[in-house]
């Protein structure tokens, strides 16, 4: 995820804020697109791999989704590529409407490397999922702004290295999977099929609504206010996304293979103590990173992404706050998957998804980005409530509320103490907030909490191994 913290201010700076908007826009899109046509295949892999292990039907596992993946991936293209054609060309402009051809190749490659992708994770090959992850991502950054500079300048050249890039990592993931199990025709299961929709397909509606509510807001502000404070407004958005997707991704793909193998080895109550624990020490994390990063976020925008993005510092706050919120259903939800009751994330996010429309048409037009970042942050706190309410009448788990107000507590006077050091520039303003904040907090959590004071105690007294 530090990858998004070093794009950030190369690619704000080697394109204009136009241009950073429209690169934003496509990046969604191609998101939304994606979402629809991997099928709630990565769920149903994480979901369904042991039990078609322990049947030694893996082969089958693989060859049916794989199959499938790539022949629907094929059809969706072919379908993005007649829609662009006939994309209306006063909305995004034809340079836009050409870049989604590109996107539309993405779209194929994408599908059956997530598959395979998805199959890491669900063995729980942490080290070799990660290191391909980290190839990819920095990989495709690294060929993508060498082409945008050298050989097809701007966007069109940033779009072919991402073309390129994912061709490489999808022949090396074939390469991995051919030599573990065979995928050919012959070991297509429409039974296998049929389970994987009929899990994973709610959850495709799921994720799309988590979408929608994400990005919707930048295509209303493309059409309101047009693509340079679209630029603006992604600027922003996604600094602060960067921030706390540090935390979230590994949460996210690591909590339900570890979560549904003490729910089966060790029972409910082992994995409500789980969820428990879980819960209050990402808290613990989150609280800081979130007061933190509202703390420095003016130097920290100018500093990355140079002084004509200074405006972006307007919604990072709501952006932040909002993205904390929502980032606490990893845990508070989980209950719904465990009773597999996935329809239920489709029918809270539709409605989440309407009620973040409606906000995002009135308060655009009346406040501008601030009112999409508005929007936003009322949509995850509507989303986190329902959510939670219906997930804890399915599988609840205690709340440690003594522990999250401790942690609120020494997050926001950390804020208040970070805030109070000025020293004029950017630069130094952050090379000293940023430690002060840490170190003020850590000290406040070890004087406070006697659960990390004597965990902290106990790895510091614990002998070393020569």
């Known amino acids: 995820m530090a990858a998004g913290f070093i794009s950030f201010p190369i690619l704000t700076r080697i394109f204009s804020v136009s241009d950073y908007g429209i690169l934003g826009l496509i990046t969604t899109t191609l998101l939304i697109v994606t979402a629809i046509t991997k099928l709630g295949f990565p769920e149903s892999i994480v979901r369904f791999y042991a039990e078609f292990k322990s049947a030694n039907r893996l082969s089958n596992f ?91 300048k701007g966007l069109y050249g940033f779009y072919v290295g991402q073309i390129i890039s994912g061709v490489i990592i999808l022949i090396f993931l074939m390469y991995i999977s051919l030599k573990r199990v065979k995928i050919n025709m012959e070991g297509f299961s429409i039974d296998i099929l049929k389970d994987s929709l009929k899990f994973g397909f709610p959850l495709i509606w799921a994720e799309l609504g988590h979408l929608v509510l994400n990005y919707i807001d930048r295509y209303l502000i493309q059409l309101y206010l047009g693509s340079m404070s679209l630029g603006l407004y992604i600027a922003g958005y996604n600094l602060a996304t960067y921030v706390t997707e540090v935390i979230i991704y590994p949460i996210n793909y690591a909590m339900v293979p570890i979560y549904m193998s003490i729910l089966a080895n060790k029972g409910e109550e082992e994995t409500r103590i789980f969820f428990t624990k879980s819960f209050r020490y990402f808290i613990l994390i989150m609280f800081p990173v979130t007061f933190g990063f509202i703390a420095v976020s003016k130097d920290l925008i100018t500093f990355l992404a140079s002084t004509k993005y200074a405006e972006s510092y307007n919604i990072l706050a709501y952006v932040a706050i909002g993205q904390a919120i929502y980032a606490c259903t990893l845990i508070l939800n989980n209950g719904l998957f465990i009773r597999k009751k996935t329809y239920l994330y489709k029918d809270i996010m539709i409605i989440t998804c309407l009620l973040n429309i409606g906000l995002n048409i009135i308060l655009i037009p009346m406040f501008g980005i601030i009112g999409a970042a508005q ?92």
């Not at 997930?391 to 107000?405: N, S």
């Not at 904040?437 to 406040?444: E, H, K, N, R, V």
């Open 375 to 466: 929007a936003t942050l009322i949509s995850y706190i509507f989303y986190t409530i329902v959510i939670t309410y219906y997930a804890f009448k399915e599988f609840r788990f205690p709340i440690d509320y003594a522990h999250i107000m401790l942690y609120l507590f020494a997050a926001a006077t950390m804020y208040l103490v970070m805030k109070s050091i000025d020293n004029g520039t950017p630069f130094v303003n952050l090379l000293t907030r940023i430690p002060a904040g840490a170190i003020f907090y850590a000290i406040l959590i070890m004087a406070l909490d006697r659960d990390i004071r004597n965990a902290a105690f106990r790895m510091i007294a614990r002998p070393s191994k020569v």
């Open 62 to 152: 693989y060859s049916t989704l794989f199959l499938v993946s790539g022949v629907v991936g094929a059809i969706v293209a072919i379908i993005f590529i007649l829609v662009t054609h006939f994309m209306n060309n006063n909305f995004l402009g034809r340079n836009t409407s050409n870049l989604l051809f590109l996107v539309s190749i993405l779209i194929f490659i994408s599908s059956m490397k997530l598959t395979l992708h998805s199959f890491l994770r669900a063995e729980q090959r942490t080290k070799l999922y990660n290191l391909i992850s980290v190839i990819h991502r920095y990989g495709s950054l690294s060929l993508s702004i060498f082409l945008a500079f050298h050989f097809v």
